[in-house]
């Protein structure tokens, strides 16, 4: 379990290398404050940072069943 625990922290860390380097800056964290509204609100990304990295991590496959233009938690009913 500790092998397997330390190659997938290997494969986190290389996904955030592949990412930096494609895109020039690290995936967001997924939250953030919006300093736009007044008072200022909290922000969220659309997807987890995670879901930034797979394609960085050998499983392009699976990133590409996701639609980054929609929430993560999207149903038919609330896609707008």
């Keep these: 379990a500790r092998t397997r625990c330390a190659n997938n ?6 996904g955030l290398h592949g990412y930096e380097s494609a895109t020039g800056h690290l995936p967001s964290s997924g939250q953030g404050t919006n300093y736009a509204t007044s008072p200022p609100s909290v922000a969220f990304e ?3 940072t995670f879901t ?3 394609p960085y991590t050998e499983q392009d ?4 069943q996701f639609d980054l ?5 999207a149903t038919p009913a609330n896609q707008a």
Excluded: C
Excluded at 9 to 14: D, K, S, T
Excluded at 69 to 73: M, Q
């Design 52 to 54: 930034r990295l797979l």
């Design 61 to 64: 496959a699976v990133h590409r």
């Design 9 to 14: 922290l290997r494969q986190v860390g290389l």
């Design 46 to 48: 659309l997807h987890s």
């Design 69 to 73: 233009t929609k929430a993560y938690n």
